[in-house]
């Protein structure tokens, strides 16, 4: 590791090198912890279809257009991903009410089911790794979850 708050050289920062490297091992970090999440169950699903799963029980009745979206993917592609859904009866699409040429998307009861498990699988790995912690790394843990919190707001 550099000298603390220099920039690399033949480059200027505003932002010092110790925040950058924290920044740096945070995104990791999360990106790792993501994975290991992910690796848990999918409950037979693909990542993408547990991921859009997941995105329309947040979003309710998303259009494709609005799932796309959140999902950052193209609407063909999302199309494919419902297509799929629909066929191993996660989804349904229905009819907008108010314009009768827009397909929403919402899920089955196996759709939420599905959503239910993957979800609780996931929450017990991590109550696991977190249940394996010292008090003291415990109480770490909760204040470093409230910051992370708190970056993860749109600013």
């Given amino acids: 590791m550099g000298l ?5 050289a033949g480059e ?3 932002v010092p ?3 950058a490297e924290l920044a740096a091992r945070m995104r990791v970090a999360v990106t790792r912890l993501n994975r290991r999440l992910r690796q848990q169950s999918l409950d037979g699903l ?18 494709l ?3 796309a979206d959140a999902e950052q993917v ?5 199309t494919r991903l419902v297509d799929s859904l629909e066929q191993a009866g996660m989804v349904v699409r229905t009819v907008d009410d108010s314009d009768k040429r827009v397909c929403r998307v919402k899920l089955s009861e ?6 239910d498990r993957v979800r609780s699988l996931k929450n017990a790995f991590l109550t696991r790794q977190i249940a394996g912690l010292d008090p003291a790394d415990s109480s770490i843990l909760d204040q470093l979850v409230a910051l992370v919190e708190r970056l993860a707001e749109e600013r």
């Fill in 4 to 8: 603390k708050n220099e920039a690399p």
């Fill in 12 to 14: 200027e920062s505003a």
């Fill in 17 to 19: 090198r110790d925040t």
């Fill in 46 to 63: 693909s990542p993408a279809q547990a991921s859009a799963l997941g995105m329309v029980d947040r979003l309710g009745t998303p259009t």
């Fill in 65 to 67: 257009g609005e799932l």
């Fill in 74 to 78: 193209q609407p063909p592609t999302m």
């Fill in 110 to 115: 196996e759709g939420g089911r599905a959503v």
